[in-house]
Nanobody
């Protein structure tokens, strides 16, 4: 499966963005899917993940209550709604997929999309 992340951009602190991860080659609902991010000079870090059925989600403590991950199987996408954005959310965001949710959460996804830049200005 090929993954493509899109929806990044420049937003002021307190604003919102919605990222999407589109899958091709196979339906995205076949995989647990998640988001990671990497800020300049920092390691890639886990953001959020959702299981194959969509009834279990996991979030990094830093984004709980502000970000929501969801599936749209009709569009074959997984989205990340980001609200109340902070300058520290600035990073390149990547989507990833694996059959097992825990492999996604721990960064061991089999598939990775190219990143999309999110920049939050103060």
């Amino acid at each position: 499966v090929q993954l493509q992340a899109y929806g990044g951009g420049l937003v002021q602190a307190g604003g919102s963005l919605r990222l999407s991860c589109a899958a091709s080659g196979r339906t995205v609902s076949y995989y647990a899917t998640g988001w990671f991010r990497q800020a300049p000079g920092k390691e890639r870090e886990f953001v959020a993940a959702i299981n194959r059925s969509g009834d279990s989600t996991h979030y990094a403590d830093s984004v709980k209550g502000r970000f929501t991950i969801s599936r749209d199987n009709a569009k074959n996408t997984v989205s990340l709604q980001m609200n109340s954005l902070k300058p520290e959310d600035t990073a390149v965001y990547f989507c990833t997929a694996h059959l097992e949710l825990w492999m996604v959460v721990t960064g061991k996804g089999d598939y990775w999309g190219q990143g999309t830049q999110v920049t939050v200005s103060s």
